[in-house]
């Protein structure tokens, strides 16, 4: 069975571009959930998908974005790169199958994203 | 706010030793993780907690949850070179639908030493 695959695994971009990160989950989960890794920050939670809705936000600007499609399938977008959004930015996803019931998460590879 | 505490930072053991990884949580959760993690590389589940009371071995690695507490114990024994990695504790609150959010520990950095 697939894992959650994330795409691409390195980038580098340069201050002020846009950057697109792309997360497909494992089969029939249809939960998918961003996290940002710093050294300084640590773990963060950035937004939760669900059904195509993003059902939960964490405490980022506006120029961190997502969707998710119909296929489960979600992007992550930051706009206007800082040198601060250098991160490994992770994937996760999770198989839902009631109200309260969720599988645990399961983590891609994730992308480390380089500004410069 | 729920927060995740965890202690320590960082711990350097010598092989063979035994030592506790400690993570303290501010507000009743439905689940406690344990991840593992290796420079660069992505976060390996190791244990998933969901009562009180419930232990959970593999390995060298065992860990526990107090859910009265609020702690999760994540005990060493014996260690070995090979478990040198960052782990991370994470709290799981699940609401209806979707509505997931894992808010992690700071992280325990170990390294064993020969």
């Not at chain 1, 939960?56 to 974005?65: C, E, I, L």
Request: aromatic residues 12%; charged residues 20%; glycine residues 8%.
């Amino acid at each position: 069975k697939a894992g959650v695959t994330q795409t691409p695994r390195y980038l580098i971009k340069t201050r002020g571009q846009q950057v697109t990160l792309s997360c497909s989950p494992i089969s029939g989960h249809r939960s998918v959930s961003w996290y940002q890794q710093t050294p300084g920050q640590g773990l963060q939670f950035l937004f939760e998908y669900f059904s195509e809705t993003q059902r939960n936000k964490g405490n980022f600007p506006g120029r961190f974005s997502g969707r998710q499609f119909s296929n489960s399938r979600s992007e992550m977008n930051v706009s206007t790169l800082e040198l601060g959004d250098s991160a490994l930015y992770l994937c996760a996803s999770s198989l839902v199958w009631g109200a309260g019931k969720r599988t645990e998460a399961f983590f891609g590879q994730g992308t480390r994203l380089t500004v410069v | 706010e729920l927060k995740v505490e965890q202690n320590p930072l960082f711990l350097s053991m010598q092989e063979g030793k035994n030592y506790t990884i400690y993570c303290n949580y501010s507000t009743t959760s439905d689940r406690l993780y344990w991840y593992r993690q290796d420079p660069g590389k992505s976060l390996e589940s190791l244990f998933v907690l969901l009562s009180n009371g419930a232990v959970k071995q593999e390995g060298r690695l065992m860990a526990s949850l107090d859910t009265k507490a609020r702690l999760s114990t994540l005990h060493i024994t014996a260690a070995v070179h090979d478990l040198s990695a960052t782990y991370f504790c994470a709290v799981d609150i699940i609401r209806d639908f979707g509505n997931e959010k894992l808010t992690f520990g700071t992280g325990t950095r170990l390294t064993i030493i020969p």
